[in-house]
């Protein structure tokens, strides 16, 4: 069973725990008479553009000759995924007020199974070559929104969101130093971690049928992944000393995602 799959269910659990348990509150809710006002459910799929920074510094005894004195030590290396399928479940409840506007509170879970890598190299010093070479997914993203809406025709929805997001990032992210074409150290770094974040966006809703509704929307979501971490090297080849160090700090995990869904209102 993929990640996915369990995530749909248990979202669709949640959702319908929630309905059963408040649907005598939704009944007397003010704008019961609106096809908007009331819980849903619902499934989404789309594409997620993925982007963080790095930056490196020597430490320890790594900073002796040829490193000492170049210009190059922390420049970022910024690695951007290509789209990756993300795919999950949203519920929600909406209130209509003045006939033309939604406020409502939605909560989604959507997790991609995907993976991306990217490198880049540098020379910090002559014959010198600094390879970094990243490799990341993000199996669960989740949030937490407000909503609030404007309703062109009785159909038709504009609206913005905004909240907070939580998030699980898997990654690593590995530099090699090689003088010629001898690997000299490698200095290897675990970026898996939970993080806590906010996420804001737009988007467009269509009641094609009083209880069901198609959309598009953006989100942009920045999980507070930053960190700096000292790593000793792995790996221990000609003029390498087990007191060299590399200082790797990285940036937010930044996430874009463009999603189509469809909800089912009760």
Avoid: C
Avoid at 75 to 80: A, K, L, P
Wanted: aromatic residues 12%; charged residues 10%.
């Amino acid at each position: 069973m993929t990640a996915i799959s369990k995530l749909l269910q248990i979202g669709f659990a949640i959702a319908i725990t929630a309905i059963s348990t408040t649907s005598a509150v939704a009944a007397d809710a003010e704008g019961a008479h609106s096809p908007w006002t009331g819980f849903y459910v619902g499934v989404s799929a789309g594409q997620a553009l993925t982007q963080q920074s790095f930056s490196t510094s020597p430490s320890g005894t790594l900073v002796t000759s040829p490193f000492i004195g170049s210009t190059r030590w922390g420049e970022n290396s910024t690695r951007e995924s290509d789209g990756l399928f993300i795919g999950g479940v949203q519920f929600g409840y909406n209130w209509t007020f003045s006939d033309r506007y939604i406020v409502g509170i939605e909560a989604d879970i959507r997790s991609n199974d995907q993976s991306f890598q990217s490198q880049s190299v540098f020379s910090p010093a002559a014959g010198i070559t600094v390879t970094n070479t990243s490799t990341s997914s993000l199996p669960m993203v989740s949030t937490l929104r407000g909503r609030l809406g404007y309703l062109v025709q009785s159909n038709f929805l504009l609206y913005g969101t905004a909240g907070l997001a939580y998030g699980e990032q898997k990654g690593t992210f590995t530099q090699s130093v090689s003088a010629g074409n001898t690997l000299v150290e490698i200095f290897p770094v675990n970026l898996s971690k939970s993080a806590y974040g906010y996420s804001t966006g737009v988007g467009v809703e269509w009641a094609f049928a009083r209880q069901w509704s198609v959309g598009a929307e953006y989100q942009y979501l920045s999980l507070a992944t930053k960190q700096t971490q000292m790593i000793s090297t792995a790996y221990l080849g000609p003029s390498a000393l087990a007191s060299d160090v590399m200082s790797v700090s990285s940036s937010e995990f930044k996430v874009n995602v463009l999603q189509l869904g469809v909800n089912y209102r009760f």
